[in-house]
């Protein structure tokens, strides 16, 4: 795919500190190499999945908008069509779109109205398409003409302060006010009162600072900045779960296979079983 990554993810799903008590390693000796395996199995996740599993920016770069046409026929049993004039985002789960572009026949760089297309970003990938009426606009018939950028992911980490009922977001997704949101911890605690799992609504938003409250109104605020790695947004337990075993898989045998009786070698097919609900196929 010709994809740029316009702006990578701020820190890793799982922490250092919950990948070390998964390899029940107690020192600080292999912290940097552990580190690394830790992006490496993320990458390899995100990889195998077409998933994106902290906010990031992306842009799809397309050397032309797709010709019209029916598409796919719509099946009686069968309610979405893939018509020939959407372009898939590859990336998931869709956020937001951030803006289509394109260079016009005067070479001058244009910026597409959001009002005349329309994501569908229930499929995965979301599908973009103009909105009835309208058509995809005549771009420099050159390489690269097309640029379609937009955020995906499930979750940023963010820095809470005891005392404050702000926290700080650090990625490209912006929340707004009455939005409904959960937060995960890896590696220690969520700042208390905030638990796993359980719903919240943004009741301020400022830049990139936040407040919430329950699901009753009840405002929230810290009596502690939490421990590990806090986020707003749930990366799913078994993507979570796959990056802990391919970590602990190059850690311990720096490969995934078991080594058996008379040096027989055998595959554990669990692993990337572990991903089989969340793979995303591409025609």
Not at 46 to 65: A, P
Not at 184 to 207: E, F, K, M
Request: proline share 9%; with cysteine; aromatic share 8%.
């Amino acid at each position: 795919m010709p994809e740029i990554l316009i702006r990578p993810p701020a820190g890793e799903p799982v922490s250092l500190a919950e990948a070390k008590q998964h390899l029940r390693v107690t020192d600080s000796l292999q912290d940097s190499h552990i580190s690394m395996l830790i992006s490496n199995a993320r990458i390899a996740c995100e990889s195998k999945t077409r998933r994106q599993l902290l906010h990031s920016r992306w842009q799809l770069v397309t050397d032309r908008f797709p010709m019209s046409g029916v598409g796919t026929p719509l099946p009686l049993s069968n309610d979405i069509n893939l018509p020939a004039y959407a372009v898939r985002l590859p990336h998931a789960p869709f956020v937001d779109m951030q803006s289509i572009t394109y260079f016009d026949m005067n070479s001058s760089l244009q910026t597409m109205d959001p009002a005349t297309y329309t994501v569908n970003a229930a499929m995965e990938p979301a599908l973009v398409s103009p909105v009835f009426g309208q058509i995809w606009p005549i771009p420099l018939p050159q390489i690269g003409a097309v640029q379609w950028t937009y955020d995906a992911g499930y979750a940023s980490p963010i820095v809470a302060q005891a005392g404050s009922a702000l926290f700080t977001v650090n990625g490209p997704v912006s929340w707004h006010l009455g939005d409904t949101t959960t937060f995960y911890n890896s590696g220690g605690a969520l700042p208390a009162p905030l638990q796993p799992n359980t719903p919240y609504l943004i009741a301020s938003a400022s830049g990139n600072q936040y407040s919430v409250t329950d699901m009753s109104g009840g405002a929230i605020t810290f009596t502690d900045s939490g421990s590990g790695a806090s986020f707003i947004g749930t990366v799913p337990e078994g993507l979570r779960h796959w990056i802990l075993l391919r970590v602990g898989s190059l850690y311990e045998n720096r490969e995934e296979v078991a080594i058996l009786n008379r040096g027989k070698v055998e595959e554990l097919p669990f692993v990337d079983g572990l991903l089989d609900p969340y793979r995303i196929s591409l025609p």
